[in-house]
């Protein structure tokens, strides 16, 4: 090759990767690397129940193509999210090998945000602004939801593509523009029906744009497309009728059905949007907020028309005003605190306004961004800080954990004292020095990451410690069992049983006994038991199951094939029992702890009593004497004297002929330790 043959292959390839691109590549990776490495340290799945819900819904998609928890019945969530993390939870043998692997996916698909930030940024302002808005986007905390099963890394990323379709359908208004628009708006909804908010978006902006550029005419196209959306969706929906099918909210939003029947905006609704719109700030750390009220005054004032921007900032105000009120109205019946993460898709708006801003000069724009600001600063004077900075809060709300560590009138002065220091930065430093807001905020943003991180890990490891414990989740499986059935009784956490059915593939059935509920499984059919200790359906029909699970304050007649003791949990242990068919309950224990311990009054009820003794192994603590009932009459003392253990008997009474219940009462004054509690019948 001839030295003019090789400069000529450098030209060719230079305008087609471009070191602002590679730059963005650079940052995609290293993201991804670093997003993966800090989910190292938290414990997955975390957050109850959706992690498990994602997780088993991708296993079933991959295992045998349909959206299903194993074989129990469940509304629709989500599409793409299963599909991407079901694939290696599924090909991989080992659960949390396929659990490592789904994290990679999901730091790679929330970091490549970062492209559609910067493509659009391009289109604003050079491409090193563009550049520092995608860094700025891969620095927040909400990037730690890539460290979990949860839809929230797809969402960052298809949303922002599908904003940056509306814009561009906004600033070259086609019929083509507008189909692409929608199918990425599909794409959003597919991962999590809340991008549905991008539809009436659309029309809002538009109505934006139209104002913002004094034509009325740049409306015709949308109409046009809008009678066309009419015209298909008369059609799809008589194709479901005549086929057989239904119309209904259940069917259109599956899970997400209670949100679309909500109605009404009372008081606590509408303080939940005000406080979302607080939020907003928080997330952009408040001068991205002014610098996107700038930008929103410079375009409605006309002093600058640039179309690109017109339609930006057209696309930011209205979705921004959307998803605020339906994350608002979603969070004041299904939260009851502000949900930060479902705002998150704002995230690349706030640092491509930004930047913009920056790279044009600044403009201050007081008309606007004084009001703006004022707004923010009462905000922060008056939201409850319990709504942003709890340990509940956590999962919701990572920015803004930091406040967690203080006092509430502390987290009150500092949060007030950042939305000032959050103006002054904006008004203050002349225009050429306007760069600096963009380093403190990606300070900020980096802190508020680095604490997040810090204290997800430590909130995710007790919570598996408290619902789990340290040892290995997977004990069904590693016991070899297969077609189990778990009898949820309501008395351990629901988190417990969350995540005991995500990690054990041999659960294939869950069963409830009434009145017990959980959100998770979604639905589950429910048992009661009869006098004689069987499992009857809402059917009256006996439960026949071959191997069952049921917690320590249940003894099913049969064989105990697997146990799984409380260990260092605060949730009661497991056993599997191969069952006598149908499955009979022999008793049932309520009022100890899952250690085994009691005090007060705790109580035995044997089903199907016959003659027989109830034995009790006692470990003395107080020194107590423990008077034992039955039928509220006191039949025998049991005195276990401080640091032994005593197995004491209790007989059952004259009448127990096999026919109805026995119920045993403990009366302690003091404190006492139980281990073995189990029925003998008498020979």
């Known amino acids: 090759m001839t030295g003019s043959e090789t400069a000529t292959g450098r030209s060719a390839l230079g305008p087609l990767i471009s070191r602002p691109a590679l730059a963005v590549a650079g940052l995609v990776v290293a993201s991804t690397v670093i997003r993966f490495a800090a989910a190292q340290a938290f414990t997955t799945p975390w957050i109850a129940p959706d992690e498990m819900v994602y997780g088993m819904l991708g296993d079933g998609l991959w295992s045998h193509g349909t959206l299903t928890l194993r074989t129990f019945a469940s509304p629709y969530y989500s599409l793409l999210t299963p599909a991407l993390i079901g694939a290696p939870l599924t090909a991989l043998d080992d659960l949390a090998d396929g659990v490592q692997w789904a994290r990679v996916l999901q730091a790679l698909a929330m970091s490549l945000v970062a492209v559609p930030t910067y493509v659009w940024g391009r289109r604003l302002t050079s491409p090193w602004w563009a550049v520092a808005a995608a860094a700025l986007v891969l620095v927040a905390p909400a990037l730690h939801y890539a460290g979990f099963l ?301 604490d997040s991180g810090r204290r997800i890990a430590d909130a995710s490891a007790h919570e598996q410690r408290v619902a789990v414990g340290s040892a290995a989740p997977e004990w069904l499986d590693d016991a070899g069992l297969h077609d189990a059935t778990l009898l949820d009784t309501g008395d351990r956490l629901w988190t417990a049983t969350a995540r005991t059915i995500f990690w054990n593939r041999a659960i294939r059935d869950v069963v409830r006994l009434a009145p017990a509920t959980a959100p998770f499984p979604p639905v589950v059919e429910s048992v009661g038991i009869d006098a004689e200790g069987v499992l009857r359906t809402a059917s009256g029909a006996p439960l026949d199951r071959p191997i069952v699970v049921a917690p320590s304050t249940v003894s099913i007649v049969g064989e105990k094939v697997a146990e799984r003791q409380a260990g260092d949990s605060e949730a009661y242990g497991l056993a599997a029992w191969r069952a006598d068919r149908p499955v009979r309950v022999q008793l049932r224990t309520e009022g100890f702890l899952p250690n085994g311990d009691f005090t007060g009054t705790a109580r035995v009820t044997v089903y199907g009593c016959r003659p027989g003794t109830l034995g009790i192994t006692i470990l003395g603590k107080s020194g107590d004497p423990i008077e034992a009932r039955i039928a509220g009459i006191d039949v025998q003392t049991l005195v276990t004297a401080n640091g032994q253990a005593v197995t004491h008997r209790i007989p059952t009474p004259p009448y127990a002929d096999g026919t109805d219940v026995c119920v045993f009462e403990l009366v302690n004054p003091g404190y006492a330790g139980s281990t073995a509690i189990f029925f003998t019948p008498r020979p």
């Open 150 to 450: 949860m839809t929230e890394p797809l969402t960052l990323t298809v949303v922002a593509v599908a904003l940056l379709m509306l814009a561009r359908a906004l600033e070259e208004p086609t019929m083509w523009r507008y189909g692409v628009f929608v199918a990425w708006a599909t794409a959003a909804a597919a991962v999590r029906l809340q991008a549905l908010v991008l539809l009436p978006a659309f029309l809002l902006a538009a109505v934006v744009d139209s104002v913002a550029a004094r034509d009325g005419r740049r409306l015709r196209p949308l109409l046009w497309f809008g009678a066309l959306a009419a015209a298909a969706t008369v059609i799809v929906g008589g194709a479901i009728l005549a086929t057989g099918g239904e119309l209904s909210t259940r069917r259109l939003l599956g899970a997400y059905t209670p949100v679309g029947q909500a109605s009404g905006v009372s008081g606590d609704r509408f303080a939940e949007i005000a406080w979302h719109a607080f939020d907003v700030s928080v997330i952009g750390l408040g001068v991205t907020v002014l610098a996107l009220a700038a930008l929103t005054w410079v375009v409605l004032a006309r002093h600058d028309t640039d179309p690109a921007l017109r339609a930006f900032v057209s696309t930011s105000v209205a979705y921004a005003f959307l998803l605020v009120v339906q994350v608002g109205l979603f969070a004041a019946t299904f939260v009851g605190s502000v949900a930060e993460r479902y705002l998150i898709s704002l995230l690349p708006l706030l640092a491509i306004g930004l930047c913009t801003w920056i790279a044009r000069g600044a403009p201050r724009a007081l008309w606007l961004a004084v009001p703006v600001w004022a707004a923010m600063i009462a905000g922060a004077g008056l939201v409850p800080i319990g709504q942003l900075a709890s340990p509940e809060t956590l999962p919701n709300a990572p920015t803004s954990a930091v406040l967690t560590a203080l006092g509430d009138t502390t987290a009150r002065a500092a949060l007030v004292a950042g939305v000032v220091a959050a103006g002054v930065l904006f008004l203050v430093p002349p225009r050429r020095f306007a760069w600096v807001a963009a380093v403190a905020v990606a300070l900020g943003l980096g802190l508020s990451t680095f």
